[in-house]
């Protein structure tokens, strides 16, 4: 077929019409997705550093380390994963640092547990480092909470019933429920670097990491620690929020508790100079069942601590 110059000048002339190709346009039309890919990529640019940490922060329940930080750095914007940079921001973000001046006008939002390992600040320790003292001072206001040998059989125990979260009064990290497994091991951690133990490494519950939940260290001891949770009568699914568990309470915590022993006595078997410990969020149903197996954990060398809701640690 003969080619009509007609056509071609016609063409040429609607081509100038809409002008050049713009980005999010295709052959003159709007092209949805990528005009919403470009803005997207130029909003993730625009994220500073400390944005980036924030949202780092949102996703995480429980302790992290400044080099989990950094290795999502690298995943997620490595174009600001610079180690110095990075390690700074995290710690201006705390409130419980000695000098944040470089971060002064901004309001922090994590809280520095141990040397390298941090969580996330809770709404009662933010209210008290805005009303009170900061830098040195500030540090002080975690004071070691931990209850030892025949104290700690005497302590009050928590309903078997889920409690009513009073904020004054715990320091964990969820809203929803203080004896979910990520608040109990935050509980745990924030109490052994108060009480003085090295935190070696703390396994990350919400993506349910294997190994040991907690390693820590003091004088010259190791101890390995094996977290639970107490079972909540709902699931923690957003998938299933609200919806009522077929399984009791009382029927599943004797579940994770079998599955806590059986992982503290594999421990004792493959590091038999370390002390295995569990550690349990103080209620009724736990401590029946320890007073069941007290004589069999006491021969194994196996210790049991309990965790309860205002942050106490109670230990041998």
């Not at 996330?120 to 001072?137: F, H, I, M, N, Y």
């Amino acid at each position: 077929m003969a080619h009509d110059p007609a056509s071609g000048d016609q063409e040429d002339r609607s081509r100038d019409r809409l002008g050049p190709k713009e980005p999010g346009r295709r052959n003159g039309l709007l092209d949805v997705a990528d005009l919403w890919k470009s803005r997207r990529m130029s909003s993730d640019e625009s994220l500073t550093v400390w944005d980036r940490l924030r949202e780092y922060a949102a996703t995480q329940s429980g302790p992290f380390t400044s080099q989990e930080v950094l290795s999502w750095f690298r995943r997620h914007a490595p174009s600001q994963a610079n180690d110095r940079t990075v390690r700074t921001h995290i710690r201006g973000a705390c409130w419980n640092v000695g000098d944040r001046s470089q971060f002064s006008k901004k309001q922090p939002f994590l809280t520095r547990i141990d040397r390298g390992l941090f969580r996330v600040a809770t709404a009662d320790e933010l209210k008290s480092w805005r009303s009170g003292p900061t830098g040195q001072e500030a540090v002080s206001q975690l004071p070691p909470r931990v209850v030892r040998g025949s104290d700690a059989d005497e302590v009050g125990v928590a309903s078997n019933e889920a409690p009513i979260d009073d904020a004054s009064l715990t320091p964990a990290l969820s809203t929803v429920e203080w004896h979910t497994e990520a608040n109990v091991q935050a509980l745990l951690v924030t109490a052994l670097a108060a009480d003085g133990w090295h935190i070696l490494s703390v396994a990350n519950t919400a993506t349910k990491e294997h190994g040991i939940d907690v390693i820590a260290s003091k004088d010259g001891e190791t101890a390995g620690v094996e977290v639970k949770g107490f079972p909540s009568r709902t699931y923690a699914d957003p998938a299933r929020a609200g919806e009522q568990k077929r399984t009791s309470p009382s029927t599943q915590a004797a579940h994770w508790y079998s599955q806590a022993v059986l992982a503290a006595m594999r421990l004792r078997g493959k590091e038999p100079a370390w002390r295995s410990v569990i550690a349990l969020p103080n209620f009724p149903r736990y401590r029946d069942l320890h007073s069941e197996t007290l004589g069999s954990l006491a021969a194994a060398g196996i210790e049991l601590w309990w965790v309860d809701q205002t942050g106490e640690l109670h230990r041998p």
